[in-house]
């Protein structure tokens, strides 16, 4: 158990630059073999989000190419497999609580998207 | 011609104008207001500080009164009535004589008499100009104190509160709205109200208001009971006196407390003058609401008239959302009435209050409170104004719902009679006529009877109504799209062909509330792409679109695509038919042979389809529009060219129709099919669309469909040439893509259409809506303004930057794993799939 005393650092990675996002709409990223579904809604606050990619209903890399929009005042996008809902926020799937994707911290700064890790 | 003067513009003097002008009497008519603007929306004068102008709130315009023939001078006060020469003489002198005289001058806020309510930070509430000067007061100060805490102060508050003060409601009585609620609906008013930052005083009598010496603030207010508040300003908004000194000089009777009294004709005692609205006592009683000062308005304008309208007092229920609690009382509040039984439900978690009060044989509701949650108000209102006997246990008709046995009150169960919209007085009966009549859609009726575009408040209740004479007539029920919009499709169609909307943002921000979903955002793209026919992919409209639309290509269940390029009627060269086989082998892609006379090319990766699509486009291909909601495929036999029983060249007519209708968008997707005899090989009874050759021209046959559901189509004109039928066809289309509900085929739309197919054939062929023309025209803009939109795509480098699998790297999406099955390759099982992946790790 030597890494134990090792001090864990927060740390973020560029994804990649505001020219990349599509207002309104998703796009994919890749960290270490992970996908992350990043969308950009450029009237709402904060402005990016981003949720992993796979759709566990649908069982394929999908998520960033669903639509998105709100359910009740929450931010989703639905799936274009099978139209179900996630929450933006916290990867909730709204039309089954037994699934969800995972949520990430993204930011926006000085025109870059920054993925927290 | 008979001349009337009406004094004062307010609400109730300005309807007063316009039922004059919009009645068959002829009169010439003089308006004189004394404030300096025509008539405007006074009960809503607090949103001029939450962003509306005065303008916003503005009812009429000197130039529309001038448009109406109406002679108005404003700034000017009548000073005198001479009621033997009948002549007005206003302040600055002008005299203007009357055969009929209506006084409308309203009324004035009570400031209570109190030393020190002469200082200058003391203010009133009442006026556009009022606003002005608690504006003025407000700057760079910090505490303003309403005195009242009535309706009117409530309202008051909320405008102080909107310019940043911290805000004080300062009450004689030991309660909010002690008129219109209990004490505990009051209770839960003030709970809630403070838990907006509003500080309410009760019990408060003022004896004096004096400057403050050590000034922090300007003033000091000292109580009876020996407390004090300090405060910058002060606004007296503690109710209303009747306006009557006019008449009081003229010797017109008038109430002990004010008010001049007026018969059911609102006649005053002189029989030449009138009196309307809140300056009118009518049986020993001031109405200070707008909508029994209209029915006042509407009584006086009858009796110049051939019909006479009685006032009989009115109903003063009342719902509201003060400082955005929403507050409803009706009838008895309080339970005065003797042996009468009280209900009472409370909710301290979320704040809300109900109460009902019943007769004593529990048959009738008597009165209602309401705090926080005013859903119930309609059908309440309903029970106590139609005295309808109320259900066995009528607590049920304030406790929450559950599920199963929410006490609605059915529409079927009110009167003809039962007013539904008071601000128009609009009657169920009033809407039953309006459906009689053909206007069968909410947005129909709204606008036909113009209920429910006052306040707003009885919204609900209207929609059950229409609901439920549509159900009654075995029309099916039009619901709310989604959250988001309360239309149907073809409502959302109309609004954005009337406003001529071009944007999602537009059409949410004036229609709609919140964000938009994926049901509502691709109707609304579709309907945009039908009317204005832009490129789907335009920056405004890509969020619209399904990712099929957005991809050009149809996503697969292992989030692939599929491509289909076109083939009009399904005839291609030898050389297109290679360099499909060619580009499906370069990429690995599936391919079949589709029903509609295509070639499918499966399992392209996102990143691909550019590419794909660059190498078909080179090859002379078009996309299929298989994606989208739009025309597939017109399928067609050889025809007459090749085949010995065909009579006309059915190819050349499919590739005709398919290049003039392809890429419209539609409510849903169509197809089509040209057979070049009876023998009907393309097997168009079966389409949306189908023609058929006979020897002299063709057959049209329409709304069939396959599928899940078969229908046959109908028969719709024969014998048609080629003209003509292009030209049924155009209206058709456009007809269904006005008129269907999202996702709606042809075979259902017109399964749901009133009077069937012969409606249809009239509309299309005898042009009875006379919109033939338009209808044509606007499928002639579609057709011209065509684009292939892979070609458009391919060609534009930003646009091509979605189809990145990924955005920081070139990699692809290594989990999408394809096995070869008959020597093609096909997504792996999610079994497979897993041994793959696993054997690759």
Redesign the interface.
């Known amino acids: 158990m030597t890494n134990t005393q090792q001090a864990i650092e927060p740390q973020t990675i560029t994804l990649c630059g505001l020219s990349d996002l599509i207002p309104n709409s998703g796009i994919c990223a890749e960290v270490d073999g992970q996908q992350i579904a990043l969308f950009y809604l450029p009237s709402e606050t904060p402005q990016v989000y981003a949720i992993g990619n796979w759709d566990p209903i649908g069982k394929a890399h999908v998520l960033s190419r669903g639509m998105v929009g709100d359910i009740g005042g929450k931010l989703v996008v639905a799936s274009p497999l099978y139209k179900q809902h996630f929450d933006l926020l916290t990867g909730e799937c709204l039309e089954n609580d037994q699934v969800s994707v995972s949520a990430f911290s993204v930011s926006l700064v000085d025109d870059q998207v920054l993925l927290s890790l | 011609m008979l001349k009337v003067v009406v004094v004062g513009n307010g609400m109730v003097g300005h309807h007063y104008v316009e039922q004059l002008v919009a009645s068959e009497i002829e009169a010439h008519i003089t308006v004189i207001g004394g404030e300096t603007r025509p008539a405007y929306d006074r009960v809503h004068l607090s949103e001029v500080f939450s962003g509306r102008t005065p303008e916003d709130l503005a009812m009429t315009t000197r130039d529309h009164y001038r448009e109406l023939g109406v002679e108005a001078h404003f700034g000017d006060f009548v000073a005198s009535i001479d009621r033997d020469n009948k002549i007005v003489t206003t302040e600055s002198g002008k005299e203007y004589a009357y055969d009929k005289l209506v006084l409308a001058t309203g009324s004035y806020p009570f400031v209570p008499p109190v030393k020190g309510n002469d200082l200058e930070p003391c203010l009133v509430y009442r006026t556009i100009d009022d606003l002005g000067m608690i504006q003025a007061q407000a700057k760079d100060r910090k505490i303003g104190v309403v005195v009242g805490g009535g309706l009117l102060g409530l309202e008051c508050a909320n405008a102080v509160k909107n310019l940043g003060l911290e805000t004080h409601v300062v009450e004689f009585a030991p309660g909010l709205m002690g008129v219109q609620l209990d004490n505990g609906g009051s209770a839960m008013l003030r709970r809630k109200i403070e838990a907006l930052g509003v500080q309410v005083h009760t019990s408060k009598a003022t004896q004096v208001i004096e400057e403050n010496s050590d000034g922090d603030t300007r003033l000091v207010m000292q109580f009876a009971d020996g407390g004090s508040l300090a405060t910058d300003m002060i606004v007296f908004s503690a109710g209303i006196r009747p306006y009557d000194q006019l008449a009081r000089d003229c010797g017109l009777t008038v109430g002990e407390r004010g008010g001049i009294e007026v018969d059911y004709h609102c006649k005053t005692s002189d029989s030449d003058i009138f009196a309307i609205g809140e300056c009118a006592l009518f049986g020993g009683r001031i109405f200070g609401l707008v909508a029994p000062g209209y029915r006042m308005a509407e009584a006086a304008v009858s009796q110049l008239g051939n019909d006479s309208v009685a006032f009989q007092g009115a109903d003063m229920s009342t719902k509201l959302k003060l400082l955005g609690v929403d507050v409803g009382s009706i009838g008895d509040a309080h339970g005065k009435e003797e042996g009468s039984v009280a209900y009472t439900f409370s909710d301290e978690r979320i704040d809300v209050y109900k109460r009902l009060i019943v007769s004593a044989d529990g048959k009738k509701l008597l009165g209602a409170v309401l705090v926080g949650d005013c859903s119930d108000y309609d059908t309440l209102l309903q029970y106590f104004l139609n005295g309808i006997d109320l259900p066995a246990d009528p607590q049920t008709l304030i406790l929450p719902y559950n599920a199963g046995e929410a006490p609605a009150l059915g529409a079927a169960a009110l009167p003809a009679t039962a007013t539904i919209c008071s601000c128009h007085n609009v009657s169920k009966g009033d809407i039953v006529s309006a459906m009689d009549a053909g206007f069968c859609s909410l947005a129909e009726v709204k606008a036909e009877t113009a209920a429910s575009t006052g306040c707003g408040g009885c919204t609900a209740l209207l929609k059950n109504i229409v609901d439920d004479e549509m159900a009654a007539r075995g029309l099916e029920v039009n619901t709310a799209m989604c ?2 919009f309360n239309f149907t499709r073809q409502e959302m169609f109309h609004v954005i062909k009337v406003e001529s909307i071009k944007s999602f943002e537009e059409l949410i921000e004036k229609h709609g509330t ?5 049901i ?3 109707t609304a793209g579709s309907i945009l792409a039908s009317l204005w026919n832009d490129y789907v992919l335009e ?1 405004k409209h ?7 639309d ?2 050009l290509a149809n ?1 697969q ?3 692939t695509y599929s491509v289909v390029p076109r083939i009009p009627g399904g005839e291609i060269t030898p050389d297109k038919l290679i360099v499909l086989g060619q580009v499906a082998k370069k990429y690995q892609l599936y391919t079949k042979i589709t029903g509609a006379q295509r070639v499918d090319l499966f399992g392209a990766r ?1 990143q691909h389809l550019p590419a794909i699509w660059e190498e078909l486009i080179e090859a002379g291909f078009e996309t299929g529009h298989a994606y989208g909601k739009a025309l597939r495929t017109v399928k067609s036999c050889v025809g007459s060219t090749w085949c010995r029983y065909g009579v006309q060249d059915s190819v050349a007519m499919a590739l005709y129709v398919e290049n003039r209708y392809k890429g419209l968008r539609s409510p849903h997707k169509f197809k089509s099919a040209v057979s070049g005899c009876t023998r009907e090989c393309a097997e168009a009874q079966s389409k949306d669309f189908g023609i058929i050759a006979t020897e002299n021209g063709w057959n049209l046959f329409v709304c069939g469909n396959g599928g899940m559901k078969p229908r046959h189509a109908d028969l719709f004109a024969t014998d048609l040439d080629d003209e003509t039928l292009i030209k049924y066809i155009d209206r058709f289309l456009m007809f269904y893509v006005r008129t269907a509900d999202r996702l709606q085929r042809t075979s259902v739309w017109m399964d749901n259409l009133e009077g069937g197919l012969e409606y249809l054939q009239k509309v299309v062929i005898e042009d009875s809506l006379g919109i033939g023309a338009e209808l044509e025209d606007q499928m002639n803009n579609i057709v011209d303004t065509y684009q292939c939109e892979w070609k458009t795509t391919i060609e534009d480098p930003e646009k091509l ?2 189809f ?6 070139e ?1 692809e ?4 794993i394809f096995v070869e099955e008959r020597g093609q390759p096909r997504p792996a099982t ?1 079994e497979e799939r897993q041994q793959i992946l696993a054997k690759s790790a």
């Open positions: 959250e988001h919140g964000r938009g979903c994926d509502c955002k691709p920056d890509v969020g619209l679109q399904d990712t099929n957005t991809f996503m269940k292992n989030g996102v930057k979605r990145r699998q990924f955005v920081n790297s990699a999406d290594r989990e999408i999610e």
